[in-house]
T-cell receptor, first 114, second 118 residues
């Protein structure tokens, strides 16, 4: 069955510290991969996406993610977290080609200490 | 360049009433998707529509829920005879018409409608 696992429900980091949010997926074929961020009461904003090519993708707000096929992972990273990064982060997968019926993980809530 | 517009942002209904949620896709987008987010959970796919066509409704509950995307006007998600368990945030997303050139376009999300059932 297709699924996305985000093992960490809550993560707290200090401002300026590095961040890594984990995402593992189970999918029959090579999927398209996405990270979205959701601030309280808001919709989802696309941070970055992976379709093909270079497995290290750069996104907005200084985020990057690395696709590792052997580990079925697509972890999100940021070298130095800012207080404004506090939000909920969702990893999602969709079928390559065709329309993108996305499957989301349960999310990781990030808190940032000053 | 307006994004995906959803209204209302908040909707309160009593049990047994009907809820209508509206979604206007981004300009130039002809694919609409509806997702539901229950408290403390991720988004779950409900339905995928194109103009005047339901393409995939595999995530829609079998009863009380329906969706449409008419030739003119916004997409509507309709919930009849609402129950407490329908309380959730409902998100709409849109993407361009699928062609080879647009085969890898991500979905753009609206800010959602928060539905509360009293």
């Amino acid at each position: 069955a297709q699924s996305v696992t985000q093992p960490d429900i809550h993560i707290t980091v200090s401002e300026g510290a590095s961040l890594e949010l984990r995402c593992n997926y189970s999918y029959g074929a090579t999927p398209y991969l996405f990270w979205y961020v959701q601030s309280p009461g808001q919709g989802l904003q696309l941070l970055l996406k992976y379709f093909s090519g270079d497995t290290l993708v750069q996104g907005i707000k200084g985020f990057e993610a690395e696709f590792k096929r052997s580990q079925s992972s697509f972890n999100l990273r940021k070298p130095s977290v800012h207080w404004s990064d506090a939000a909920e982060y969702f990893c999602a997968v969709g079928p390559s080609g065709g329309y993108n019926k996305l499957i989301f993980g349960a999310g990781t809530r990030l808190a940032v200490h000053p | 360049n307006a994004g995906v517009m959803q209204n209302p942002r908040h909707l309160v209904r009593r049990r047994g009433q009907e809820a209508r949620l509206r979604c206007s896709p981004m300009k130039g987008h002809s694919h609409v998707y509806w997702y539901r987010q229950l408290p403390e959970e991720g988004l779950k796919f409900m339905v995928y529509l194109q103009k005047e066509n339901i393409i995939d409704e595999s995530g829609m509950p079998k009863e009380r829920f329906s969706a449409e995307f008419p030739k003119e006007g916004p997409s509507i998600l309709r919930i009849q005879q609402v129950v407490r368990g329908d309380s959730a945030a409902y998100f709409c997303a849109s993407s361009p018409r699928f062609t080879e050139a647009f085969s890898n376009q991500p979905q753009h999300f609206g800010d959602g409608t928060r539905l509360s059932i009293l």
